[in-house]
């Protein structure tokens, strides 16, 4: 490996620090000591491969979570590297002077360079060590050296690519940036120095593309400087600032060559930096967080001072708006940076400076540009204008924003990707947004008015250069649908056709997966919307969709098959109650058993909930084409699972309450065997509540006794089993108000229908299990796990796996198993009440053993059932 080219030396130490995070420390011990000896050898290819490997290896301590075993490794490593890395750096510097020549010895050693100080950062990252304490004078005057060289043969005439000089001087600023951040007491004298070595850097470096991670690391350092109190010194005096402000953050603020071909030529990665969040890296945001940063901290001068600037920008602008629309975006950005003092990606900005006029800006300076007729002149204006009253939507009250949409709607058919999008996401952000009674600010009787143009305007965006896909507009009709509601029924005529159409396309090539989410979202609220008016028009829609379904189930297109097997969920559901499952329902059910299907992990959570829905409405055609076995071959895979077995127990709890009991109670053996199997086998706590759940549905439903005859059919006795090792100790793991009410009605009947339970030998537990149940009342529920938890399934099925992802507006509706008993303690106490009927002179004494705390929780719930069981 340390004689390979240094592309593959690269590749080979990833794999070394793959094996190193398995086998290193204790499999592994005498690696460091290993790649230490390589330092003496001299040959600094050899070196580079060892230092690369350490900074993938070491690459972790960055981010892990601390614990004893990650401070023992940590220790092992300083014990044995700190000192030779070290004299490395030293004997490195040493040696680019003695070369200072010879260019291609530079780039060698100045690469070494880079990698010790990499190494440097991981090793520091989780606590300041002893060894890098004592010789903090030997790394901070050396960082201080190479931070102020200039190497003129490493200058590169290249504008887009760092090169080592760059990269040297951006991995300094990193290490110092956490130096002030981590340990400012111990790093305090060389602030004053590396604040002035800095800043003189940033008034050096040019505006290329090269240079733009060493900017944003240097620039971070200087707000990490500027938040420490203890440090504000060095920035209060007022020339200092306007210097920073002049030199360093304006021309770092400014939209450059780069930033505009960007916007351009790859608009969705400009999109992606500018609103989502992943411009952490850019010159933009760290001189943005600088000016936050310093007028959180100077305020009133840093407002004093770029407010002279903010009106020369504006004022050039004016003079020659075609020209100079670049010192308006700049000034649009400063009064972003300047303005904002917190907020959310939920709501955007949510806190401002008292001193920026927010409303006054927006109406002098934004609506104007949203105004313009022309909807394609000064693009990068336009998404600016967008993009600030996206930003401070929250601030800037219900009225602007009703009489902003208009202009949203209106640049929906910008040329530009980058406005357009940005229109419709504005839209769908402005659409979501809610007033302090959790109502929405903009309703459908706001929107009803521009309804055509939205909506058209929405589609037609979906039909422009680029944006065939455009994940923004998608969810912004998905929105605007979710707002409009019945109010969008007038649009669904012209809609649907085109949603399907969509469908049919992405279908060939799915690459998009928000914006096809956003799709099936959208289809989804439009079948609610329309059936919920008229539920007939369901088979409208089955006739739209039930081509492309089947196509993309024939094809076996596995990123849809999740999304289809909720739809065809939703249809069916929507059709309860008003008569038989149409015939082409029935033609695929077939398919929906093929074991396969069942293999991929997307699929389980909609194919159950389709399997179900069948269950519910044609159980007795399930039974005629002769799938039962197949549908509790399904049970049986999934009670299997431990990731699964929760579906397992809601597939039979539905066979119960709706499958034929005569054709299912031959299998109810078998069934409770599996069950039993697994239980012995390998418990956890998910399963543990999923039986308890079930056996007490069975009894709801089927009765006490055969419950307790079909276990003790299994093993002589073995009920006492359940009631001692399952329900006494673990019924208070159930959880969910549901599940709670059917365990009450389940242990009330064992409690009071069963005569076995009366009479030896499961007599002796009928006071336990009772008190249980109180307990399952009054307790809050047991949140302890068992050993079986922390398990790491091993997939089935290698490879590439569709994830599920549940539609919001295709969300199954909770099923109440007991719908006709509202409440478990008023079910207890009248069952109760008629077993002290039947037996009397029986129960005071078995209630006599409970608690005294037990027994007036339980007088409590006979009193409010106006029960006596005395």
């Given at each position: 490996?340390?004689?390979?080219?240094?592309?593959?030396?690269?590749?080979?130490?990833?794999?070394?620090?793959?094996?190193?995070?398995?086998?290193?420390?204790?499999k592994?011990?005498?690696?460091?000591d290993?790649?230490?000896?390589?330092?003496?050898?001299?040959?600094?290819?050899?070196?580079?491969?060892?230092l690369?490997?350490?900074?993938?290896?070491?690459?972790?301590?960055?981010?892990?979570?601390?614990?004893?075993?990650?401070?023992?490794?940590?220790?092992?490593?300083?014990?044995?590297?700190?000192?030779?890395?070290t004299?490395l750096?030293?004997?490195?510097i040493?040696?680019?002077?003695?070369?200072?020549?010879?260019?291609?010895?530079?780039?060698?050693?100045?690469?070494?360079?880079?990698?010790?100080?990499?190494?440097?950062?991981?090793?520091?990252?989780?606590?300041?060590?002893?060894?890098?304490?004592?010789?903090?004078?030997?790394?901070?005057?050396?960082?201080?050296?190479?931070?102020?060289?200039?190497v003129?043969?490493?200058r590169?005439?290249?504008?887009e690519?760092a090169?080592?000089?760059e990269h040297?001087?951006?991995q300094?600023?990193?290490?110092?940036?956490?130096?002030?951040?981590?340990?400012?007491?111990?790093?305090?004298?060389?602030?004053?120095?590396?604040?002035?070595?800095?800043?003189?850097?940033?008034?050096?470096?040019?505006?290329?593309?090269?240079?733009?991670?060493?900017?944003?690391?240097a620039?971070?350092?200087?707000?990490?400087v500027?938040?420490?109190?203890?440090?504000?010194k060095?920035f209060?005096?007022?020339?200092?600032?306007a210097?920073?402000?002049?030199?360093?953050?304006i021309?770092?603020?400014?939209?450059?060559?780069?930033?505009?071909?960007?916007?351009?030529?790859?608009?969705?990665?400009?999109?992606?930096?500018?609103?989502?969040?992943?411009?952490?890296?850019?010159?933009?945001r760290?001189?943005?967080?600088?000016v936050k940063?310093?007028?959180q901290?100077?305020?009133?001068?840093?407002?004093?001072?770029?407010?002279?600037?903010?009106?020369?920008?504006?004022?050039?602008?004016?003079?020659?708006p075609a020209?100079?629309?670049?010192?308006?975006d700049t000034?649009?950005?400063?009064?972003?940076?300047?303005?904002?003092?917190?907020?959310?990606?939920?709501?955007?900005?949510?806190?401002?400076?008292?001193?920026?006029?927010?409303?006054?800006?927006?109406?002098?300076?934004?609506?104007?540009?949203?105004?313009?007729p022309?909807?394609?002149?000064?693009?990068?204006?336009?998404?600016?204008?967008?993009?600030?009253?996206?930003?401070?939507?929250?601030?800037?009250?219900?009225?602007?924003?009703?009489?902003?949409?208009?202009?949203?709607?209106?640049?929906?058919?910008?040329?530009?990707?980058?406005?357009?999008?940005?229109?419709?996401?504005?839209?769908?952000?402005?659409?979501?947004?809610?007033d302090s009674?959790?109502?929405?600010?903009?309703?459908?009787?706001?929107?009803?008015?521009?309804?055509?143009?939205?909506?058209?305007?929405?589609?037609?965006?979906?039909?422009?250069?680029?944006?065939?896909?455009?994940?923004?507009?998608?969810?912004?009709?998905?929105?605007?649908?979710?707002?409009?509601?019945?109010?969008?029924?007038?649009?669904?005529?012209?809609?649907?056709?085109?949603?399907?159409?969509?469908?049919?396309?992405?279908a060939?090539?799915?690459?998009?997966?928000?914006?096809?989410h956003?799709?099936?979202?959208?289809?989804?609220?439009?079948?609610?919307?329309?059936?919920?008016?008229?539920?007939?028009?369901?088979?409208?829609?089955?006739?739209?969709?039930?081509p492309?379904?089947?196509g993309?189930?024939?094809?076996?297109?596995?990123?849809?098959?999740?999304?289809?097997?909720?739809?065809?969920?939703?249809?069916?559901?929507?059709?309860?109650?008003?008569?038989?499952?149409?015939?082409?329902?029935?033609?695929?059910?077939?398919?929906?058993l093929?074991p396969?299907?069942?293999?991929?992990?997307?699929?389980?959570?909609?194919?159950?909930?389709?399997?179900?829905?069948?269950?519910?409405?044609?159980?007795?055609?399930?039974?005629?084409?002769?799938?039962?076995?197949?549908?509790?071959?399904?049970?049986?895979k999934?009670?299997?699972?431990?990731?699964?077995?929760?579906?397992?127990?809601?597939?039979?709890?539905?066979?119960?309450?709706?499958?034929p009991?005569?054709?299912?109670?031959?299998?109810?053996?078998?069934i409770?065997?599996l069950l039993?199997?697994?239980?012995?086998?390998?418990?956890?706590?998910?399963?543990?509540?999923g039986?308890?759940?079930?056996?007490?549905y069975?009894?709801?439903?089927m009765?006490?006794?055969?419950?307790?005859?079909?276990?003790d059919?299994?093993?002589?006795?073995?009920?006492?089993?359940?009631?001692?090792?399952?329900?006494?100790?673990?019924?208070?793991?159930?959880?969910?108000?549901?599940?709670?009410?059917?365990v009450?009605?389940?242990?009330?009947k064992?409690?009071?229908?069963?005569?076995?339970m009366?009479?030896?030998?499961?007599?002796?537990?009928?006071?336990?299990?009772?008190?249980?149940?109180?307990?399952?009342?009054?307790?809050?529920?047991?949140?302890?796990?068992?050993?079986?938890?922390?398990?790491?399934?091993v997939?089935?099925?290698?490879?590439?796996?569709?994830?599920?992802?549940?539609?919001?507006?295709?969300?199954?509706?909770?099923?109440d198993?007991?719908?006709?008993?509202?409440?478990?303690?008023?079910?207890?106490a009248e069952?109760?009440?008629?077993?002290?009927?039947?037996?009397?002179?029986?129960?005071?004494?078995?209630?006599?053993?409970?608690?005294?705390?037990?027994?007036?929780?339980?007088?409590?719930?006979?009193?409010?059932?106006?029960?006596?069981?005395?």
């Amino acid at each position: 490996m340390l004689r390979s080219p240094s592309a593959i030396q690269k590749q080979l130490s990833d794999a070394v620090s793959i094996i190193g995070k398995h086998d290193f420390p204790k499999k592994w011990p005498q690696l460091i000591d290993e790649m230490v000896e390589k330092f003496a050898t001299g040959d600094f290819n050899v070196i580079n491969g060892v230092l690369q490997t350490a900074h993938s290896l070491f690459k972790r301590y960055r981010y892990e979570f601390k614990s004893q075993s990650l401070w023992e490794e940590i220790k092992l490593v300083l014990d044995r590297m700190a000192k030779p890395l070290t004299d490395l750096l030293i004997n490195t510097i040493q040696l680019a002077k003695v070369h200072e020549n010879n260019t291609e010895a530079l780039k060698v050693i100045y690469g070494s360079l880079v990698l010790v100080c990499k190494v440097f950062f991981s090793l520091n990252s989780q606590d300041l060590p002893e060894f890098f304490e004592d010789n903090m004078s030997v790394w901070m005057t050396a960082f201080n050296d190479l931070l102020t060289a200039d190497v003129p043969c490493l200058r590169t005439g290249e504008d887009e690519d760092a090169g080592v000089l760059e990269h040297l001087r951006s991995q300094i600023c990193e290490n110092i940036g956490l130096y002030a951040q981590k340990y400012d007491e111990e790093f305090g004298t060389y602030m004053q120095t590396f604040v002035t070595a800095v800043w003189e850097l940033l008034v050096k470096t040019g505006i290329q593309t090269k240079y733009d991670s060493l900017v944003s690391n240097a620039l971070q350092f200087l707000s990490v400087v500027a938040e420490r109190n203890h440090y504000r010194k060095i920035f209060e005096n007022p020339e200092i600032l306007a210097n920073i402000c002049e030199k360093v953050v304006i021309p770092n603020l400014d939209f450059r060559q780069s930033d505009e071909e960007l916007f351009e030529d790859s608009p969705e990665e400009y999109i992606r930096r500018d609103i989502e969040g992943s411009d952490i890296d850019t010159r933009r945001r760290a001189a943005c967080d600088l000016v936050k940063t310093l007028s959180q901290n100077f305020e009133a001068k840093i407002f004093a001072i770029f407010g002279q600037y903010l009106e020369i920008l504006l004022a050039k602008y004016k003079e020659n708006p075609a020209a100079n629309w670049r010192a308006k975006d700049t000034a649009v950005y400063l009064v972003t940076s300047l303005a904002s003092r917190g907020g959310t990606q939920k709501h955007g900005i949510t806190h401002v400076s008292e001193l920026v006029p927010l409303p006054q800006f927006c109406a002098q300076h934004i609506v104007p540009e949203l105004e313009r007729p022309n909807i394609n002149e000064l693009p990068v204006l336009k998404s600016a204008a967008i993009k600030f009253v996206m930003v401070f939507r929250s601030l800037l009250g219900p009225q602007t924003l009703l009489a902003c949409i208009p202009h949203l709607i209106r640049h929906l058919p910008a040329e530009s990707v980058v406005v357009h999008s940005y229109a419709a996401c504005a839209i769908e952000k402005i659409l979501v947004m809610r007033d302090s009674n959790q109502q929405l600010v903009i309703t459908a009787q706001h929107l009803t008015p521009f309804i055509n143009d939205l909506l058209g305007g929405l589609f037609g965006t979906l039909a422009l250069p680029g944006s065939s896909e455009n994940e923004y507009v998608m969810k912004a009709i998905m929105r605007s649908f979710s707002t409009l509601q019945e109010a969008a029924m007038p649009y669904m005529a012209v809609a649907l056709p085109r949603l399907t159409e969509i469908l049919t396309l992405v279908a060939k090539n799915p690459s998009r997966p928000h914006f096809n989410h956003y799709l099936f979202e959208t289809l989804s609220l439009a079948v609610k919307i329309v059936c919920k008016t008229e539920p007939a028009a369901v088979s409208s829609f089955e006739e739209a969709l039930f081509p492309v379904f089947q196509g993309i189930l024939q094809q076996d297109i596995l990123e849809f098959m999740p999304y289809v097997f909720q739809m065809l969920s939703l249809l069916l559901e929507i059709r309860e109650g008003s008569g038989s499952i149409p015939e082409p329902y029935w033609a695929l059910f077939p398919c929906l058993l093929v074991p396969a299907l069942w293999d991929r992990p997307g699929n389980v959570t909609p194919l159950i909930r389709l399997i179900t829905a069948f269950i519910r409405q044609g159980s007795a055609q399930i039974g005629a084409l002769g799938k039962l076995n197949a549908v509790l071959g399904i049970f049986q895979k999934m009670i299997a699972s431990k990731s699964n077995d929760h579906e397992g127990f809601y597939l039979m709890q539905n066979l119960l309450a709706y499958y034929p009991n005569a054709e299912l109670q031959p299998n109810m053996r078998q069934i409770f065997a599996l069950l039993f199997q697994r239980l012995s086998l390998s418990k956890t706590t998910k399963y543990v509540r999923g039986i308890i759940v079930f056996l007490c549905y069975y009894t709801a439903k089927m009765g006490a006794t055969p419950l307790v005859e079909l276990i003790d059919q299994i093993q002589a006795n073995m009920f006492g089993m359940v009631v001692d090792r399952v329900f006494i100790p673990d019924m208070a793991k159930v959880s969910s108000e549901m599940d709670r009410k059917i365990v009450a009605v389940g242990i009330a009947k064992i409690l009071t229908e069963c005569p076995a339970m009366l009479a030896p030998p499961y007599l002796e537990r009928w006071s336990r299990l009772l008190q249980a149940l109180v307990e399952l009342f009054e307790l809050p529920p047991d949140q302890t796990t068992l050993d079986g938890d922390h398990f790491i399934e091993v997939d089935d099925a290698p490879g590439y796996q569709a994830a599920f992802s549940q539609l919001s507006y295709a969300q199954p509706k909770s099923q109440d198993f007991l719908a006709d008993i509202s409440d478990g303690r008023k079910y207890l106490a009248e069952s109760l009440g008629k077993l002290a009927q039947t037996r009397p002179g029986e129960l005071p004494t078995l209630v006599a053993i409970l608690g005294d705390n037990h027994k007036q929780a339980l007088q409590k719930y006979c009193d409010q059932a106006g029960v006596r069981i005395a």
